[in-house]
């Protein structure tokens, strides 16, 4: 059985889906882009969005009843490589703990973002 998982304290969703989908002893989290509770784009440098970022994700990953801690996987969108050592500074803050990572350089992210991160993590 499959349960959606919208967090109050999350943005609300750039598109029809939930923030998180829980399973049996696993949640998939929707990617999370650094927004505001407006649902509008926040500047700064890349390590502030990244760090917005995983603060979205510690709040759905809370709202299913797990922690940062669980991740097993994530995958990170950035709009451009350059960004990659700045990002991975700031993400190593967070999870230190090393859990499985994938990183792409994507064309265009939603509202044109420059970060987007999503997690698996274990309920």
Do not use: W
């Amino acid at each position: 059985m499959a349960t959606p998982i919208f967090a109050q304290d999350a943005p609300p969703a750039a598109g029809p889906y939930s923030h998180a989908v829980k399973t049996a002893g696993v949640i998939y989290c929707s990617g999370q882009i650094h927004m505001n509770s407006e649902g509008k784009l926040v500047d700064g440098s890349i390590a502030d969005k990244t760090a917005l970022c995983v603060r979205h994700i510690k709040a759905v990953l809370a709202a299913a009843g797990s922690s940062i801690d669980k991740v097993v996987k994530t995958t990170v969108f950035l709009s451009d490589m350059a960004h990659f050592a700045e990002m991975n500074g700031e993400y190593e803050k967070h999870f230190s703990h090393k859990p499985a990572r994938s990183c792409v350089a994507v064309k265009t992210l939603p509202k044109n973002a420059d970060v987007e991160i999503e997690v698996i993590a274990l309920a």
